[in-house]
């Protein structure tokens, strides 16, 4: 079930409407809209999948995005201020800013791809940012409750043994803690969200 494509999910949380209006930006129909947003939530998505597996700050910094988006109470479009603008922006936490940062390689490799001008692309993309977060968050809150347990308990709860005695859980000390966990915790609610599929 987890090919309901991230893509698709950004769409349909885009709505007509907005998708409209990306078309009007592009100067193409819905069709094309509909193209270009799925090639940019594709490199955006793909982008953030090589950033998290990263063992640097980048990593580290992404990593701890997606565990603050696993938190609940954030979901639907409305909780990121609507579609598009500072609002979107500002209450979207640490991975608004994570979205935004990736937005320039990305809006960049798109244009490379379809011709279309970066600075065209990096305006879809600020369109796009709140609906990705929204799609996000609804995806994390969506999934088994073992993901959200898995996501949630990984930061501060260093298994016996395991170095992390020294942080209290949830602090910025212990975040460090889950980088080297392979394949699990946040690695395995990083696949859900995003859909997992590696290309």
Known sequence: MSESSFQDDVL????DDKLTEIA???GTDTAGAKET???TVGAMTGDLQQKAAADDADGAEVRQAFAEVAEPPLEGVAAFGGLGGLGGLLSGG???GVLAKVSKPVANAVSKKTGIPAATISRVIEMLIPVVLAVLAKRASGKAPGAGAAGSGAPGSGAPGSGAAGAAPGTPGAAPGTSPAPGGGLGDLLGQILGG???
């Open 94 to 96: 640490m991975m608004a």
């Open 24 to 26: 009007g930006l592009l």
């Open 197 to 199: 599929g590696k290309k």
């Open 12 to 15: 349909g949380e885009l709505g």
């Open 37 to 39: 947003v799925a090639e």
